[in-house]
């Protein structure tokens, strides 16, 4: 099987599926972070020991996104960001039916059509706080019963630490709303990124002297704010250096989070390309400026020291 293949609904997945066995991890999955990938990593070791496939059931929005539309948590990655790492981590498939349509799933019609007849799972593997159906009633221990009854094993997979603290997506969003990006990249396992397509901004850098990329963050929240040492992909074989920018743009009265990013020493139309950047270093918080000189002095001091903490 080339490519990562995805379903998007329960029908598709009884449509489309044959009767391979799978082993499956279930679970949100935001950030794929260490602990995520080591309940990946047992998967495609099981499904390689026994000829299996490897598919995650996830779901969109997230759970905690469906349950607080108004105040839903930051994203760590939108389903895009998440679609390619479960890719690139050697997923074969991915089914990521819309919540509200399984959500009020009684636990065991949650384990018989999307386990049993749909993923024809022959192994599950979840985390240590995994709760699944109607309510949220389903636990690891009916799961494992519900296995020995419809011949499926299940796999609890320890909390992984970093530094002594449980890696979680909680935990990664609050290190990233402090700006703590070395505790986010311990917990990752890489530098946090965020990707999306260049959209045309109103061209204040280019006046000012630095034409940035603009990027719509397509989030309802952002997990970080402020101005970064970054590097951006997507460009050509290389990493490039760059500054970035991810707030409200308070001086020229912006409105909703944008992310910008100056490329260092690069002058190319980039207009629809998909890019993604990486945080490496937090340089300072979003400020306002009392007119665009000052903002303009501010941006060459944000170059000057960015340039010396992506050296470093």
């Given amino acids: 099987m080339s490519g990562m293949r995805l379903y998007r609904s329960l029908a598709a997945l009884e449509r489309c599926v044959d009767d391979a066995p799978r082993a499956v991890a279930i679970g949100v999955f935001d950030g794929l972070h260490l602990g995520h990938q080591?309940?990946?990593?047992?998967?495609?070791?099981?499904?390689?020991?026994?000829?299996?496939?490897?598919?995650?059931?996830?779901?969109?929005?997230?759970?905690?996104?469906?349950?607080?539309?108004?105040?839903?948590?930051?994203?760590?990655?939108?389903?895009?960001?998440?679609?390619?790492?479960?890719e690139g981590l050697g997923v074969d498939e991915l089914f990521c039916p819309r919540f509200a349509a399984v959500r009020a799933l009684e636990p065991e019609a949650f384990i018989e059509r999307l386990l049993v007849a749909g993923l024809h799972a022959r192994h599950v593997l979840v985390g240590d706080d995994f709760r699944f159906g109607a309510e949220r009633r389903g636990t690891v221990e009916a799961l494992a019963a519900a296995g020995a009854r419809h011949g499926f094993d299940v796999t609890e997979?320890?909390?992984?630490?970093?530094?002594?603290?449980?890696?979680?997506?909680?935990?990664?969003?609050?290190?990233?709303?402090?700006?703590?990006?070395?505790?986010?990249?311990?917990?990752?396992?890489?530098?946090?990124?965020?990707?999306?397509?260049?959209?045309?901004?109103?061209?204040?850098?280019?006046?000012l002297g630095f034409p940035t990329a603009n990027v719509n963050l397509k989030r309802r929240q952002t997990p970080i704010d402020g101005i970064f040492a970054a590097r951006v992909g997507g460009l050509g074989e290389r990493l490039l250096d760059g500054v970035a920018s991810v707030g409200t743009r308070p001086t020229i009265g912006g409105g909703k989070p944008l992310l910008e990013v100056l490329i260092f020493d690069f002058d190319e139309d980039i207009y629809g390309r998909y890019i993604t950047v990486h945080f490496v270093e937090r340089l300072r918080e979003e400020r306002h400026f009392p007119d665009l000189e000052s903002l303009k002095r501010q941006i060459r001091r944000d170059v000057t020291a960015a340039r010396a903490a992506l050296a470093a």
């Avoid at 607080?68 to 479960?86: G, K, V, W, Y």
């Avoid at 609050?174 to 109103?202: H, I, N």
């Fill in 38 to 86: 080591e309940i990946l990593r047992r998967a495609r070791a099981l499904a390689a020991r026994d000829g299996c496939r490897t598919a995650v059931c996830s779901f969109e929005p997230m759970p905690e996104e469906f349950f607080a539309p108004h105040a839903p948590p930051a994203r760590l990655t939108r389903f895009r960001e998440r679609f390619e790492r479960l």
């Fill in 157 to 207: 997979v320890q909390p992984v630490l970093a530094d002594g603290e449980r890696i979680s997506s909680t935990a990664i969003r609050a290190a990233l709303a402090r700006g703590d990006l070395e505790t986010a990249r311990a917990m990752l396992g890489r530098d946090y990124s965020m990707s999306g397509r260049v959209v045309r901004g109103l061209g204040l850098g280019k006046k």
